[in-house]
């Protein structure tokens, strides 16, 4: 069996640009290295790559958007975010601290594993995630 594959960094630059569009309508490279205090040419260098994968566009003015392939991998990973941080809210984790543990969890838990914890969560929380 392959063990689960993580792309914590390409993650991240996809919700990233995901968080921000729902916040502002135009997202440009400054608002990401902004976002992740990153410095403006780390974050130019993967999101060439990402536009070489195809899951990020450059329009004219340098406004990003997702495709549809970064964008389902944003949704995704965004909504781990979401119910991770419900979950350990629920469990008496301070917000801030089970924000800043499901950034990290989020990006090297199977999908067999989120949804179980998910499908826990709705069934014995009876509370939908912000999603």
Do not use: W
Request: with cysteine.
């Amino acid at each position: 069996m392959k063990a689960y594959e993580t792309h914590e960094s390409e993650e991240n630059y996809l919700e990233s640009i995901l968080m921000l569009s729902i916040d502002h309508r135009n997202v440009r490279a400054i608002d990401i290295a902004n976002m992740l205090g990153f410095s403006k040419p780390s974050v130019s260098v993967a999101l060439k790559r990402l536009r070489e994968e195809g899951k990020v566009e450059v329009d004219e003015r340098g406004f990003l958007s997702l495709t549809e392939t970064g964008l389902k991998i944003a949704q995704s990973t965004y909504e781990k975010h979401l119910v991770l941080t419900d979950v350990l809210v629920a469990l008496g984790v301070n917000a801030y601290t089970a924000s800043q543990d499901a950034c990290r969890i989020e990006h090297v838990l199977s999908p067999e594993s989120f949804s179980k914890i998910k499908e826990y969560y709705h069934a014995h929380c009876k509370v939908e995630p912000k999603v």
